[in-house]
C-alpha cells in the first residue's frame, strides 16, 4: 500500500545526543515536510524539501538537520542543539508545492522524550 | 509572520447537533484553506479543503469562506461521537521571500461530543 512510514514511533535519547528520525514515502510526491507539534500547539515546519538535494528551513529550524539524497526519503537529526526537543514529530509529503496545494499526507509520528 | 488563530475550545456538543468551528487568517493574499481532523495521539488527516468564497459540502461536513472578512469555517451537521477529536484550519500562502507556497497552521480547536 502506499503511504509514508516514520520510525522509530517512540525515541528517548538523553541529553547531549543526537538522534535521527526516518521518513520514508511510496506515493511518488515530489514535495516532504517535517512538522513538530507539542501538547496544546498545532503543527510547526521544522524543513521541507521540494526536490532532491534541496530544501529550506522552516519556522523553527534551529537545532534540527535534514538530508534529501533521494526522492523517497527525508530523515531528521535532532541535535543536542535543540534546547527542548521533547515533541511529537511529523512527516508529511505533497505533490509540488504550489497555489492550491495543502493536501499533505502525514506519516504516524515519532514521539521523542529526552531523559 | 503569516498567522492562523482558532478559538482552542474545548467545544462540546451533543450528538446529533451542528457543530462550528471557526478560524481566522491575517495574509489577505492566502489563496487556499483546509481542514485537518487529528484523532489524540495520531496524525491529522485532510477533510475538507475550499478555495472560493462561499460554501462547500461534503457529506455531513460544510465549509464556509468569506475572504472579506479572512474567516474560514467549519460546519458538522448531525455530530456524532466519533467526531471528536482536534480540528486543525491550515491556509496556504506565499512565504515571506514571496518565492514559495507555505501551509501554516492554527493550533486547532478540540471537539468533544456527547452521547
Known amino acids: 500500500d502506499g503511504g509514508i512510514t516514520q520510525s522509530p514511533k517512540y525515541l528517548f535519547r538523553k541529553e547531549g545526543q543526537n538522534v535521527t528520525l526516518s521518513c520514508e514515502q511510496n506515493?511518488?510526491?515530489?514535495?516532504m515536510y517535517w512538522y513538530r507539534q507539542d501538547p496544546g500547539q498545532g503543527l510547526r515546519l521544522i524543513y521541507y524539501?521540494?526536490?532532491?538535494?534541496?530544501?529550506q528551513k522552516g519556522d523553527i529550524a534551529e537545532g534540527y538537520s535534514v538530508s534529501r539524497e533521494k526522492k523517497e526519503s527525508f530523515p531528521l537529526t535532532v541535535t543536542s542543539a535543540q534546547k527542548n526537543p521533547t515533541a511529537f514529530y511529523l512527516c508529511?509529503?505533497?505533490?509540488?508545492?504550489?497555489?492550491?496545494?495543502?493536501?499533505?499526507?502525514f506519516g504516524e509520528g515519532s514521539r521523542l522524550t529526552v531523559l | 509572520q503569516k498567522e492562523v488563530e482558532q478559538n482552542s475550545g474545548p467545544l462540546s456538543v451533543p450528538e446529533g447537533a451542528i457543530a462550528s468551528l471557526n478560524c481566522t487568517y491575517s495574509?489577505?493574499?492566502?489563496?487556499?484553506f483546509f481542514w485537518y481532523r487529528q484523532y489524540s495521539g495520531k496524525s491529522p488527516e485532510l477533510i475538507m479543503f475550499?478555495?472560493?468564497?462561499g460554501d462547500k459540502e461534503d457529506g455531513r461536513f460544510t465549509a464556509q469562506l468569506n475572504k472579506a472578512s479572512q474567516y474560514v469555517s467549519l460546519l458538522i451537521r448531525d455530530s456524532q461521537p466519533s467526531d471528536s477529536a482536534t480540528y486543525l484550519c491550515?491556509?496556504?500562502?506565499?512565504?515571506?521571500?514571496?518565492?514559495?507556497?507555505?501551509?501554516?497552521f492554527g493550533k486547532g480547536t478540540l471537539l468533544t461530543v456527547n452521547p
Open positions: 508529511a509529503s505533497s505533490f509540488l508545492a504550489g497555489v492550491n496545494t495543502g493536501e499533505l499526507f
Open positions: 506515493l511518488n510526491h515530489d514535495a
Open positions: 524539501s521540494q526536490i532532491v538535494n534541496d530544501f
Open positions: 495574509d489577505r493574499g492566502s489563496q487556499s
Open positions: 475550499i478555495y472560493s468564497n
Open positions: 491550515a491556509v496556504n500562502h506565499l512565504n515571506s521571500g514571496g518565492s514559495n507556497y507555505k501551509l501554516t
